[in-house]
């Protein structure tokens, strides 16, 4: 056995049960500070006849999905950051919803603060998807793929703003709708990585269709056009990806300029958009 070859990157890192571990430590947390609407949801099972038949099954899937994909080669140096856009980056997209009654919660709270968590959760399992999805494509960087991907790229996400304008033109007085189109379109229209943004857009989609499909018909949140779920509501969860995305590179980027993690600066500014400074 040739010991020279470089060894495969493993599935389970030692960063994994530090991760899983504060996965279960936010779950507990949201069950013990909420546990009347816990209780309320425990409720609806028979617990003294068949049980299975009245367990969240769809729940129990995503929750089994995004706990496996979380603990995937996690590195606390790069989830950490994740973990930090996702909380800011949800609770501004869930204090936008909720504000201009794009979807309200069962609860009336705006936004409810329960939800948050599962923002930064559901990044760190994008971020997986993406990998992988980057992986089994591989390095192929020919002209033809690249020119497929930028084509791609623009259909898909001139698509979605289309769609975006449609479904939120009840709310264009609102302050709050006008910052996210405007940044939904700085985002589309300066790309940095066709392939990679597309990629996220469809992982953050796909993970996105089944969380919007348990809330929406379990009646957790509602949107004021009452579709289960909404296709706008399943597609932004591939552009808040992106949006979430960019954001760290550029976060990473500024850390760069200051000091933090010099060896990366320059392929963080590229991935970011934003020139190297000439020497």
């Known amino acids: 056995m040739d010991?020279?070859?470089?060894?495969?990157?493993?599935f389970w890192t030692r960063d994994s049960s530090i991760l899983l571990g504060g996965f279960f430590l936010v779950i507990f947390l949201i069950v013990y500070i909420w546990w009347p609407l816990a209780e309320e949801?425990?409720?609806?099972?028979?617990?003294?006849g068949e049980w299975w038949l009245y367990m969240d099954w769809l729940l129990l899937g995503v929750f089994f999905f995004m706990s496996l994909t979380i603990i995937a080669r996690a590195d606390l140096k790069t989830d950490v950051l994740i973990v930090f856009v996702g909380i800011c980056g949800g609770l501004a997209i869930?204090?936008?919803?909720?504000?201009?009654?794009?979807?309200?919660?069962y609860t009336a709270e705006r936004p409810p603060l329960w939800i948050i968590p599962a923002w930064p959760i559901a990044s760190l399992s994008i971020d997986r998807i993406t990998r992988f999805l980057n992986w089994m494509i591989g390095r192929d960087r020919s002209t033809t793929l690249r020119s497929l991907f930028s084509t791609l790229y623009w259909i898909t996400f001139a698509s979605f703003l289309t769609l975006m304008l449609v479904f939120v033109s009840p709310t264009f007085d609102k302050s709050y709708t006008f910052l996210s189109l405007a940044l939904c379109v700085l985002l589309i229209l300066t790309p940095t990585d066709h392939r990679y943004a597309l990629l996220t857009f469809l992982a953050g989609a796909g993970l996105g269709y089944f969380l919007e499909l348990w809330g929406t018909t379990r009646e957790c949140w509602t949107y004021y056009t009452y579709q289960t779920p909404p296709l706008f509501a399943v597609l932004a969860h591939g552009m808040a990806a992106v949006a979430f995305w960019r954001t760290g590179l550029i976060l990473k980027m500024l850390g760069g300029r200051f000091g933090f993690s010099k060896p990366r600066q320059i392929s963080v500014k590229k991935k970011a958009g934003i020139p190297s400074e000439p020497s």
């Open 3 to 10: 010991s020279s070859q470089p060894s495969r990157p493993r």
């Open 41 to 48: 949801v425990l409720s609806y099972i028979d617990w003294s």
């Open 94 to 105: 869930e204090s936008w919803g909720t504000q201009t009654n794009l979807w309200h919660y």
